[in-house]
């Protein structure tokens, strides 16, 4: 499966943004869909994931209760809300899928093969 990221940008602190994630190629069927994100000089940390089959959500602590992970059968989409955004919040966003991904693995990015383009999300305080 192809991942096409969309929807970061520029916004203050408080702010919201909607990241979206489209597969192509095949649908998202049997997949554990996650975004990850990467500040400057920091490593590569689970934001929030969803298992497509079923909708199970999942969330680091430190997004919980601000973002929103959800799934649009139609257009075979992962979205992310996230509100009340903060500066700390600033990072490239990846969306990544795996057919693999157990509990106990999915906020471990070698679990996912399938990875789509970064998006920038900045905010400003």
């Known amino acids: 499966v192809q991942l096409q990221a969309s929807g970061g940008g520029l916004v203050l602190a408080g702010g919201s943004l909607r990241l979206s994630c489209a597969a192509s190629?095949?649908?998202?069927?049997?997949?554990?869909v996650s975004w990850f994100r990467q500040a400057p000089g920091k490593g590569r940390e689970f934001v929030a994931g969803?298992?497509?089959?079923?909708?199970?959500?999942f969330y680091a602590d430190s997004v919980k209760g601000r973002f929103t992970i959800s799934k649009d059968n139609a257009d075979n989409t992962v979205h992310l809300q996230m509100n009340s955004l903060k500066p700390g919040d600033t990072a490239v966003y990846s969306c990544?899928?795996?057919?693999?991904?157990?509990?106990?693995?999915?906020?471990?990015?070698?679990?996912?093969?399938?990875w789509g383009q970064g998006t920038q999300v900045t905010v400003s305080s």
């Open positions: 969803i298992r497509w089959s079923g909708g199970s959500t």
């Open positions: 990544a899928a795996g057919r693999s991904v157990i509990q106990s693995s999915r906020a471990t990015a070698s679990a996912y093969a399938n």
């Open positions: 190629g095949r649908t998202f069927s049997g997949y554990f």
